[in-house]
């Protein structure tokens, strides 16, 4: 049996930053992960040649961001360079307008940046001179809400908010695209205070980071920290107990063996942690039935392409029309085949970002689309067949040059990274959902009612975008433990 001060349940963004961070603060810290490689769901492998992400995952900021804080605190700022895109070609917006035809915007990852933006938006969009006044009022709403403003408006919804400035149709098409992608949950039920706030940060800070190596490269650094700082990191090994003695945390178990730690940070998801990790028992009702009752957010389900070819230069593609968005009317009607012309496309086109990840001359693109986040559901074959049609739709390349082909769907996410607990629960795309009664000031606390025993990662202790949010986590989690927990 060994003893440690912190254990770190799960090697994702939110466990490696937590786990790097106390270790930096000189805690004796264990991270234990199933999976073999650091990174959880953003995380890199190398098969047959290629080093890969599972499915797209690009982040904003780009600039500025959490991971720049983190690479920085640890100095490992050379071991895991920071790709944030510069040029004129970055980023590329592909609309198809009301009569299905495919208009495209290329420009650079911040918007701000771009001079311009606004042509390019009135020309991609067809929006008219009243409706760019309408959306600059929008866009001046998103820049001058204070913080206590943005508090107020945690119930208040995205869509509807947006509906409430009389933009023009493609505007509410363009901001649903990108608001879906970076939270992945029905539009009108993102509140306003999370979506205003990440809109901010993208604007500012610009869109498509990656980093060089892949993009689990700084976690596999961090993970490396710990070890490098006195900690562990044992890989391949799930856990499967957290150990509790007189109501507070004592440790974990693994199949093989028990480790021991006043304070075990789990990064494996709230429900898999509260409802299977701590043996029954520990909790009140009350806390266990809201966790229970918490709602994961959507999938996003794809395919992985490699190519012979390069056959896309830009780096981040997302394709939409108007009609690609979900509320939550849409979302439901999905569920009963009612599905848009046009699927949303996130493309990342990683070997644009860093063509060593590729033999020479060859591209891999990572392609996702909306779906449900049930492992078990039956849309998401649906959904995959549909984005791949539109994909030979938009570039006929893509399949006349792949080599390879590897789909995946919600059931990959959830073996991937966190166990389906509560029925159709498992396969999200982020974590629980960002919608009204979730986050902002009603996101679950990342200290649990249980002594020692803290939640790491996208379901508690952030705000914003996928692994930027996990970053984040982890820096105010590790900060918690360091206030409780400081001999
Ligand atoms: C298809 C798809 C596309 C995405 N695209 C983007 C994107 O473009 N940009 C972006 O920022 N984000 C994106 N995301 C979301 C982002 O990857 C996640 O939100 C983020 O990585 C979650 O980090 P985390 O720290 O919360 O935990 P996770 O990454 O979920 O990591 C949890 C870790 O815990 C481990 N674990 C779980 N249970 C156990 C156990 N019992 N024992 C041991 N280990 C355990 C898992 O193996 C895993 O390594 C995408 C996700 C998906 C699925």
Redesign the pocket.
């Known amino acids: 049996m060994e003893n440690y001060d912190v254990i770190v349940?799960?090697?994702?963004?939110?466990?490696v930053t937590a786990g790097a961070l106390l270790a930096k603060a000189g805690k004796k810290v264990l991270l234990?992960?199933?999976?073999n490689q650091a990174g959880?769901?953003?995380q890199t492998i190398k098969r047959k040649g290629y080093a890969y992400e599972m499915?797209?995952?690009?982040?904003l900021p780009a600039d500025g961001s959490r991971f720049h804080d983190l690479v920085a605190e640890l100095g490992i700022e050379e071991e895991a360079p920071l790709i944030v895109p510069e040029g004129d070609n970055a980023i590329e917006l592909k609309y198809c307008d009301v009569n299905g035809d495919w208009r495209s915007y290329i420009g650079p990852s911040k918007q701000v940046d771009d001079p311009l933006a606004l042509d390019r938006m009135e020309e991609t969009f067809g929006v008219d001179a009243a409706g760019v006044e309408k959306l600059m009022a929008m866009m001046g709403e998103i820049f001058v809400l204070s913080e206590e403003a943005l508090d107020d408006l945690d119930d208040v919804g995205m869509l509807p908010w947006m509906r409430s400035f009389d933009v023009p149709e493609a505007v509410i098409a363009y901001m649903s695209a990108i608001m879906m992608l970076v939270f992945v949950a029905p539009v009108d039920r993102i509140p306003v205070s999370e979506g205003v706030r990440t809109m901010r940060q993208l604007f500012l800070g610009g869109g498509g980071r990656y980093h060089q190596g892949g993009y689990g490269k700084v976690a596999e650094e961090a993970a490396r920290y710990i070890e490098t700082h006195g900690g562990t990191y044992v890989p391949n090994t799930?856990?499967e107990e957290i150990v509790v003695e007189d109501d507070r945390v004592a440790g974990i178990r693994t199949a093989d063996a028990e480790y021991r730690a006043p304070v075990v940070i789990s990064?494996?998801g709230i429900q898999?942690t509260i409802l299977k990790?701590v043996p029954e028992g520990h909790f009140e009702e009350s806390y266990s039935k809201r966790i229970e009752q918490l709602e994961p957010g959507l999938g996003?389900v794809g395919v992985r392409y490699f190519l012979d070819e390069p056959v896309l230069d830009v780096g981040m593609i997302v394709a939409f029309s108007n009609d690609s968005w979900w509320d939550t009317e849409r979302y439901e009607g999905v569920q009963l085949g009612r599905w848009p012309e046009v699927p949303l496309v996130f493309a990342a086109v990683t070997t644009a970002y860093d063509n060593s990840l590729a033999p020479e001359a060859h591209q891999v693109i990572l392609v996702?689309t909306l779906g449900s986040p049930d492992p078990r559901s039956e849309i998401n074959d649906e959904a995959i067949r549909r984005v791949e049609e539109t994909i030979a739709e938009i570039w006929p390349e893509v399949p006349e040059h792949t080599i390879r082909r590897e789909p995946y769907t919600a059931a990959h996410?959830s073996n991937m990274?966190?166990?389906s607990v509560v029925p159709g629960q498992g396969g999200e795309?982020?974590?629980i959902a960002q919608v009204i009664g979730q986050c902002g000031q009603s996101k679950p606390d990342a200290r649990t009612p249980m002594s020692g025993l803290y939640i790491v990662?996208?379901d508690a202790g952030g705000y914003g975008?996928?692994?930027?949010q996990?970053v984040e986590s982890g820096f105010n989690v590790a900060e918690m433990v360091l206030e409780d927990h400081p001999a």
């Open positions: 349940i799960g090697a994702g963004y939110g466990g234990v992960d199933k999976a959880g769901k953003a499915w797209p995952v690009l982040s799930r856990v990064n494996a898999p990790l996003m996702g996410v990274t966190r166990d795309c982020i974590g990662g996208t975008c996928g692994t930027h996990a």
